[in-house]
């Protein structure tokens, strides 16, 4: 069970995350939608501290982080028990698509390099790019790069993957292969947090959505509920807007 | 005859065979003062408590000071002062010189590469559990390096000619070498003529070797 209390944080004096509350159970999926600056990326953020939060909780199973007085250990411990799937992919420049998957594995795991690349091996194959493991990310299709991105992920075995806007920086024709590759990850019951603005995307894979604006949960279901009888008017004029 | 051609062909293989004290002081040097200057920029990127003051006021007087005074305060000056100072050679005091002096420059260069790594390569890394150290010597370093390389190699190139600097503390390199064979022979257009000639095709060789070593760093970056 993962459970967030009060999750806040602040840029200035403008507050991006108001207080969240959001308990996750083992394997469900939530899709988290909303309209741009409403806190989503940083929700994920704060939730593996690339950005640090100011208050709340976050308890990872015997894992409990007081945002507040964090420390440098427990951010590690956080962050070693989560994955996170970036929107500008981040794959590391200076290390090839099998390398970029087993860094953390052999680094930060421990792994032997034979088993960490034994698990890279599968990782490509699960990912379409068995014969590109040797391919720089400049080399790589955005399309691509994205993959690997989520490779990387998927090689962790996170309790948590934190997915942010995996499509946003991609051109139209590699939208299509990226969510397909989520779709089989999500099929896997792999416990995760999406943002996204692909609106049928939320629909086929979500446990639950929850549609965040102005720091806040306003609402959440499964996503039936959200987008066949949304409630709030936040959320239908949202609906309006992005259908 | 304005140029002896015939004594300055005598005067090249004696003035060489100094050349390897020349490049063994800059090799060394550098190879020190590459891992100083690593760790000062670290420290400086990373912001650690005190030492960050320490390095800044270190490489503010590095480079806010000439080299020739430098080596003359590690020579000349602090023997009287501190006596274990006294047992040093010219050698020595000059290679001592040129670390820190250079140090402090490629310190900077480095800090710059460092800085100009993007955010995304530290958020992967700090979001897959990496320590800062970590991220700093598999990721964030190598990128760098890529960077810095071809401004460390100029300080390189800088270091090889300011090792004749060291004729002034008494040290007989190429261009101590040079200078005594000129003031027996009085033939100091010839002398110099000589080093210069030497040092030019060192630096020469060597800006061959850095843009191999470019194309080598810049692998991963090919498309």
Redesign the interface.
């Known amino acids: 069970m993962i459970r967030i209390e009060g999750l806040t944080k602040r840029f200035g004096a403008r507050t991006v995350l108001d207080g969240i509350d959001l308990e996750i159970a083992p394997g469900e999926r939530i899709v988290v939608i909303g309209p741009s600056g409403t806190g989503k990326s940083t929700l994920l953020r704060c939730l593996?501290?690339?950005d640090r939060p100011d208050a709340g909780r976050i308890v990872l199973g015997d894992l409990v982080v007081d945002a507040a007085r964090a420390t440098r250990r427990q951010i590690?411990a956080l962050?070693?028990r989560?994955?996170?799937v970036?929107q500008?992919?981040?794959?590391?420049?200076?290390?090839?698509a099998r390398q970029n998957i087993t860094?953390?594995l052999t680094?930060?795991k421990r792994l032997p390099q034979a088993e960490a690349d034994a698990r890279a091996d599968a990782t490509l194959a699960e990912i379409g790019l068995a014969d590109r493991g040797d391919a720089?990310?400049?080399?790589l299709s955005g399309g691509q790069q994205q993959r690997v991105g989520i490779g990387?992920a998927m090689a962790?075995d996170a309790e948590l993957m934190l997915v942010d806007e995996p499509t946003s920086a991609l051109d139209p024709e590699w939208v299509g292969e990226v969510l397909e590759l989520l779709g089989r990850v999500a099929a896997h019951r792999q416990t995760m947090l999406i943002v996204t603005h692909e609106m049928q995307f939320a629909r086929e894979i979500a446990d639950r959505v929850l549609f965040m604006d102005g720091g806040r949960i306003v609402e959440q279901g499964p996503p039936e509920a959200l987008f066949e009888t949304p409630r709030d008017p936040r959320l239908q004029a949202f609906l309006r807007r992005v259908a | 005859m304005v140029v002896d051609l015939e004594y300055m062909a005598g005067l090249f293989p004696v003035i060489l065979s100094y050349a390897p004290l020349t490049l063994a002081m800059a090799t060394i040097a550098m190879a020190i003062a590459l891992v100083l200057a690593i760790a000062l920029a670290v420290v400086r990127v990373l912001r650690v408590p005190v030492l960050d003051r320490l390095v800044a006021v270190f490489i503010s007087f590095f480079r806010g000071t000439p080299l020739l005074v430098q080596l003359f305060l590690f020579y000349y000056g602090l023997p009287q002062v501190v006596s274990a100072f006294r047992a040093i050679d010219g050698v020595t005091a000059a290679v001592t010189g040129l670390t820190l002096h250079f140090a402090a420059y490629m310190a900077e260069s480095i800090r710059g590469a460092i800085l100009g790594i993007?955010r995304?390569?530290w958020?992967?890394?700090?979001?897959?559990?990496?320590?800062q150290v970590?991220l700093m010597r598999?990721?964030v370093l190598?990128?760098a390096a890529?960077v810095a390389a071809p401004t460390l190699l100029n300080y390189f190139i800088d270091m090889i000619k300011s090792t004749s600097l060291a004729f002034t503390l008494g040290v007989t390199e190429m261009m101590g070498a040079a200078q005594k064979e000129a003031a027996g022979s009085f033939r100091y257009l010839e002398a110099f003529l000589v080093v210069a000639l030497i040092y030019w095709a060192i630096v020469e060789a060597l800006s061959f070797v850095q843009r191999r070593m470019e194309v080598r760093l810049g692998?991963?970056?090919?498309?």
Do not use: C, H, K, W
């Not at chain 1, 720089?136 to 080399?139: F, Q, R, S, V």
């Not at chain 2, 692998?219 to 498309?223: N, Q, T």
């Open positions: 593996n501290f690339l590690l962050r070693r989560t994955a996170f970036f500008n992919y981040a794959l590391f420049a200076n290390r090839t860094e953390a680094v930060v720089y990310p400049a080399a990387r962790l | 993007d995304s390569q958020e992967a890394g700090a979001s897959v559990g990496m320590t970590q598999r990721i190598p990128q890529r692998r991963a970056f090919a498309r």
